[in-house]
């Protein structure tokens, strides 16, 4: 049964909820993934495109790389889920409470029961999301960097509601951005927060209201913004340890450019889940606090650039 509390008025110990002493991570293996259906544009034109094996060679070394720097844990994947391989997309975890997603499609509905057995069996608190509130994980809400203010987007896929529910469950500040472009149907393939108080975005996908909220947020030499082809390449689809990135391949300068700041770049070849609309970031869901590397050494670095 998922329980339907905020971390503040649950019945639960906070002692009792998953504590992480470094960077932990989940991710599912693509044993059944493929692109059956069209539900965003990256899909249109690749049903049944992606090899198997190269999927299943890509997704190892992104987990191995993952591991150089992270701890991560496996969800096993579900025949009929093709899409549970972007399992970022069915949660957002902080604090131990995890809010699980309603998904706009019920092609990926079924995913929604199989990672919330999944983190209740492993001890977080589930906060319900109702299924007339669209709203899809970290897909659509992520944290930045320290842990403490929760981006989140509306748009084709999410509804606005859903960030008011967000904002319940952890008492958390919430900023509204509006996604414009139907290509990036979810914030994270436009916007990615990054350790130093970074953040890496594509002005394009957002409204003018979203983008003044953004520049407000983050001073001018703290912003990295992505050309349309780096965007549409991925290249906001990250995932960030300290001062580590790992991404998909983008062909352009952007590696050097993330280096000349102080991180660490792995660029992977990502392919196969690009044709089903997600990448690095979409591969793997946090499970640890968001600010937990910077107390780091690594983390500090980067800071201090």
């Known amino acids: 049964m998922i329980t339907t509390a905020s971390a503040s008025s649950s019945p639960f ?8 002493n470094r960077p932990t991570y989940l991710m599912c293996p693509p044993e059944f993934y493929d692109v059956d259906y069209v539900i965003n544009p990256w899909m249109a034109g690749n049903l049944h495109q992606p090899s198997r094996d190269t999927a299943f060679m890509q997704w190892k070394d992104l987990y191995r790389q993952l591991q150089r720097v992270a701890d991560v844990r496996l969800l096993h994947a579900r025949e009929g889920s093709p ?10 975890v902080q604090h131990g409470v995890a809010a699980v997603s309603s998904f706009a499609h019920p092609q990926r509905q079924t995913e929604e029961g199989h990672l919330g057995k999944w983190l209740q069996d492993a001890g977080f608190l589930l906060w319900e999301t109702p299924r007339e509130t669209a709203f899809e994980g970290e897909g659509d809400a992520l944290f930045d960097a320290n842990g403490g203010h929760l981006w989140a987007a509306h748009g084709v896929r999410t509804c606005r509601h859903s960030h008011r529910h967000l ?12 996604l414009v472009d139907p290509r990036f149907y979810h914030l994270d393939l436009c916007f990615a927060p990054l350790s130093g108080g970074y953040l890496m975005y594509f002005p394009g996908a957002f409204d003018a209201a979203s983008l003044e909220k953004i520049e407000a947020a983050y001073e001018a030499d703290k912003r990295i913004p992505l050309s349309e082809l780096e965007a549409t390449q991925f290249g906001c689809n990250v995932i960030n340890v300290g001062r580590d990135i790992l991404m998909g391949a983008v062909e352009t300068n952007l590696a050097v450019r993330l280096m000349a700041r102080g991180f660490e770049v ?5 392919s196969e889940f690009q044709r089903g609309g997600g990448s690095a970031k979409s591969l793997a869901l946090r499970l640890s606090d968001s600010g937990l590397a910077l107390g780091s050494e690594t983390a500090d670095s980067v800071i201090g650039q």
């Open 13 to 20: 110990s906070l002692a009792s909820l998953p504590h992480f």
């Open 83 to 92: 899409d549970m391989v972007f399992v970022a997309h069915a949660a957002v």
């Open 167 to 178: 904002s319940e469950a952890w008492h958390a500040p919430v900023t509204s951005l509006h």
């Open 266 to 270: 792995t660029e992977l070849q990502l």
